[in-house]
């Protein structure tokens, strides 16, 4: 019996060679796919298993099937989602590298320490959840994504300490919200090194915290050309724990109950002495659009715990509340590239319409456009002040240590 069932086995196999794309092993809503034109050695059966090249897979409650229609994708796992289920179909080569649970609308996947290949998992559909466990650098594709999560856990979780590319497909709108139960730090958590690219569009509501959150540093790039909307959170926009750099597309943050982006440092393990790591405790906007509101006191639009350097881009910064500061940097302000001519680049317009607030300490802080705790550097570009703003001309920049203006535009301000 168990040479009559490896001799079909191997049929299906040659079959599947000659006339199909692929071979599927399915497992209730997880669909292992195999390229069937590389599956030249027989496949094994014994003691209730099936090998298919190096993983085994569980007899029990598994179909298979040749599929002349099917599409192989290498390094690929693709997850759609579909009310209250989803399906996951994923490259049959990495059924030894990967644990994929399905749970309703809610999927998980903890890859094993042994993948030493860039994964890319493609979201699609309506769901609940998607968490990602693993130790590798892998790629998140959002293509036409919506997930709202119901419980404990974010909508979107990524538990990896390496680089993870954020990939919006262009044209998609992805929205993300978790629930007021949600234990984690935010309703779009990255555990690691965010990198966005594409044109697509992405929506994020954080219920419970901060809406989006990276625990290493985020790096919008240059290849971002798509819009990043935090609509709404109870505490900050965006949440970072190394440094953020925008290369590109547009970010705006707005509803929020914290600050919009709050830039701090990445913690040795003492959970106290920031790390050496480059550009630690940094914003750096380099280009695109960013449109960053606040309106709850003393909250900050664009905040970094150290030096802050803005070069390029267009900046609408708006601080609407008492005791609130559009962009605050913890030491050191950059404004513009030393040597250049060029003011129109960057373009921030401020807004600061507060007072002042006085918190439960007694301590006092003032509305102010601009917040330096150390020098502020202005080389290039133009700073401009909203007539809307109540804050006077001379009161929309406040620096503790030294200005140096040396080029640059101010309007409606005076240092």
């Known amino acids: 019996m168990k040479r009559l069932f490896l001799l079909l086995i191997s049929c299906v196999a040659c079959l599947a060679h000659l006339s199909a794309q692929t071979f599927d092993v399915v497992q209730g809503d997880v669909t292992w796919r195999y390229d069937a034109n590389s599956l030249t050695a027989p496949m094994a059966f014994h003691a209730g298993t099936l090998a298919v090249g190096s993983a085994e897979h569980s007899l029990s409650g598994t179909t298979m099937r040749v599929d002349p229609s099917g599409k192989y994708e290498p390094l690929t796992v693709s997850v759609v989602y579909s009310g209250n289920a989803a399906k996951v179909v994923a490259d049959g080569a990495l059924a030894s590298s990967l644990t994929c649970t399905v749970d ?30 693993g130790e590798y650098k892998a790629t998140v594709e959002l293509a036409g994504v919506s997930l709202k999560a119901a419980g404990e856990v974010p909508a979107l979780y990524i538990a990896n300490g390496k680089r993870i590319d954020i990939r919006c497909v262009d044209g998609t709108v992805n929205n993300f919200e978790d629930a007021s139960s949600n234990l984690l730090k935010s309703a779009f958590y990255v555990k690691g090194h965010a990198e966005w690219k594409g044109g697509g569009t992405v929506n994020i509501r954080g219920n419970a915290r901060h809406a989006y959150s990276s625990n290493d540093y985020t790096d919008i790039k240059a290849s971002f050309t798509g819009t990043l909307n935090i609509l709404g959170a109870k505490s900050d926009g965006m949440h970072i724990d190394q440094y953020f750099i925008m290369n590109g597309g547009t970010v705006n943050v707005q509803n929020v109950e914290g600050d919009g982006i709050d830039v701090g440092y990445k913690l040795e393990d003492d959970d106290v002495t920031p790390t050496n790591d480059s550009l630690n405790g940094q914003a750096h906007i380099k280009n695109g659009v960013l449109n960053v509101t606040v309106a709850t006191v003393d909250t900050k639009a664009l905040k970094s715990v150290y030096d802050m350097v803005i070069t390029g881009g267009s900046l609408d910064i708006r601080a609407n509340a008492d005791g609130t500061r559009g962009i605050s940097s913890g030491n050191n302000l950059t404004i513009g590239t030393k040597g250049a001519t060029d003011n ?54 406040d620096v503790d240590g030294m200005p140096y203006v040396n080029g640059g535009k101010f309007d409606g301000i005076t240092l």
């Open 104 to 133: 309703g609308p809610r999927v998980s996947i903890v890859a094993a320490s042994s993948l030493l290949e860039e994964v890319t998992y493609r979201l699609s559909g309506e769901g609940e959840n998607f968490t990602l466990a």
């Open 344 to 397: 129109t680049v960057p373009y921030i317009l401020l807004t600061a319409k507060g007072g002042t607030y006085t918190d439960e300490l007694g301590d006092t802080h003032k509305c102010r456009g601009i917040k330096v705790k150390n020098n502020f550097y202005f080389y290039s570009g133009t700073v401009k002040r909203n007539l809307d703003s109540s804050v006077a001309t001379d009161k929309m920049v």
